[in-house]
């Protein structure tokens, strides 16, 4: 954690409202900060959500499903092999059959053999398998333009449902089931891929009653648990749709009203379902199913979700448990040899630290399925772009990026295969990731193209990394009462983004913890407005290996925690920039006011 670039601190600004939102002053100004600016907005009722009339070509997919339930035909669910794949195929396979439909199955690509999303090849796997007459796609399809025409050739109907950026052709699918295709009058444009299959199956569920073909109450609130792990994983923006599904999916996950593997996916990780939050699933939940479908098979994944009993859900769960611990230790040794590839890059004269903007870095022997985590931590590192390559079929490289605020990396990608044709096989994703299929001969032009592009759109400035912050607490504010609200306050996540506050603090003591690479230390709080000294505050600086002399005045962003351990809570403050208050110029760092 120990910075040597340039940080600003900015704190949000704080519009008023006619209402106040929360009792709570803190949690008032938080929310306001976020844009919300009545407190209806924070009921996060069922009731709340938009209905599905809206979205594309719903009518055609509600036809063509009541179609295959009225024929019993066989219906092909065709995922994907991240967390929002897995848990959308695990919602459809569950949902669908508790509507009668009897032929149900699914198919996960597999990532190294046949890549991203619906392909011919899947579609040979399902018919070998499954021989269906209906594909349904879940979080993916929008680009699968020969692979649906395959399908067609083969008798096959195909849906789509999608929420990925559509290309320059859509497929001839029955129906294209996106709320990001042009002209989508839907009022999110945000949701996950299992969040657009929630909203299908509302939908149907409503056709299937009108066709007088639904034999028994269907409760779609039943599964919201996979939808709110999903959408969280997925890291789409937490707008009012998706916060809703969120927020109702946490809420069956801690009545323990959620699907066994679930469960038992939070038991292994010694967590308590009571207590989990968005941040649980994002940094427990997510990376071990995703773990199958990095390392192994999403299939393991699907499986834990369709687990029916809690002791086969057990052995699954724990199966992902061992997936992830072998993902952390290849991406180690990845981002180990990716960080020598970047010194090594800096280091080069050709491009200087005011002109490098992008990274692309490459090894033949990386893992395709955690190059994408290797690119985020680069990200977050350099504050810039990243692009982390792994060998892919013969002649080709496969890439995966993460990007910052105000790069769109897909728009990105666009331009750059335009300026240089053929070198780009396929590309697709959103704004903050994408992936790619590369000439492995065309990865310096593309590196040099991705520089200068990125450099086009930051308008020749170097990005500043940025925390901001809903200002300083005052010293009765900074308590476990304070941690404890914030925490269950709202599903916090990407667009709405959980609290960070910034106070001075005079350093009661400070040492090292987990074989020194983390700081622990006791900080005293100092009142903004009456320069009073509180009482010390148990701190975390995760990644820091910097101790600190006692009665140093210090500048900290830093989350307002609940520490649980054996079953006491206490208030902890998990820092993320600390900085001398009182020290050189280039060691402080201003805090911007709004």
Known sequence: M??????????????????????????????????????????????????????????KAMARLVA??????????????????????????????????????????????????????????????????????????????EAIDYA???????????????????????????????GCQFPSTHMAGVGVAFYVLVALRKALSEAGRLARNVR??????????????????????NRILVEQGLRRIRSRSAVPGVLSLIQIAGREAANVTSADIGMVLGPRLNAAGRIDDMQVGVQCLLADHHEEADLIANVLQGLNEQRRLIQSDMQEAAQSIVEALKADAVLSDNTRFAYAVHHDEWHQGVIGIVAGRLKDQLHL???????????????????????????????????????????????????????????????????????????????????????ALRLSELNLSTAQLVEFAAPWGTQFEAPLFDNRFLVESSRLVGNDRHAQLQLRPIDEISGEVGSAVSAISFGDSRVFDSGAELQAVYELAVNRYHGRQSVQMILRHLASSSGSDQDRQAILQP
Not at 93 to 113: C, F
Not at 120 to 141: E, F, K, R, Y
Not at 152 to 181: C, F, M, R, W, Y
Not at 441 to 470: C, G, H, I, W, Y
């Open 2 to 59: 120990s910075e040597t670039e340039p940080v600003q601190v900015i704190r949000r600004t704080v519009p008023k409202t006619r209402k106040p939102l929360h009792t709570h002053s803190v949690l008032h100004r938080v929310f306001a900060a976020r844009g919300v600016s009545d407190p209806s907005e924070l009921s996060y009722s069922l009731a709340d959500l938009p209905h599905p009339d809206t979205l594309p070509d719903l009518a």
């Open 385 to 471: 772009p990243v692009v982390v390559f792994s060998n892919d079929e013969p002649g080709f490289i496969k890439g995966s990026a993460r990007s910052i605020p105000g790069v769109n990396i897909r728009d990105v990608f666009y331009q750059v295969s335009l300026q240089l044709p053929g070198a780009i096989a396929r590309f697709g994703g959103h704004a903050m990731a994408a992936g790619l299929s590369l000439k492995v001969d065309a990865l310096d032009a593309f590196a040099a193209a991705v520089n200068k592009e990125v450099m086009r759109v930051l308008n020749k400035q170097r990005p500043v990394k940025q925390f901001s912050t809903d200002g």
């Open 152 to 182: 067609a050739s083969q008798d096959i109907d195909v849906i789509v449902t999608d929420h990925h950026l559509p290309g320059e052709k859509l497929p001839n699918a029955v129906a294209i089931v996106n709320p990001s295709l042009k």
């Open 220 to 241: 779609m609130g039943d599964w919201l648990d996979l939808v709110a792990i999903g959408t969280v994983a997925d890291v789409v923006p937490l707008d009012s749709v």
């Open 68 to 145: 295959a339930h009225q024929r019993h035909e066989r219906v092909l669910i065709v995922g994907d092999y991240d967390c929002d794949g897995a848990t959308s195929t695990a919602l459809m396979m569950r949902v669908l059959q508790a509507m009668g439909y009897e032929h149900i199955d699914y198919v996960i690509p597999d990532r190294a053999l046949h890549g991203y999303g619906l392909s011919p090849a899947v579609i040979d796997v399902g018919i070998a398998q499954h021989n269906p007459s209906l594909i349904v796609t879940v979080d993916n399809g929008v680009s699968a333009v």
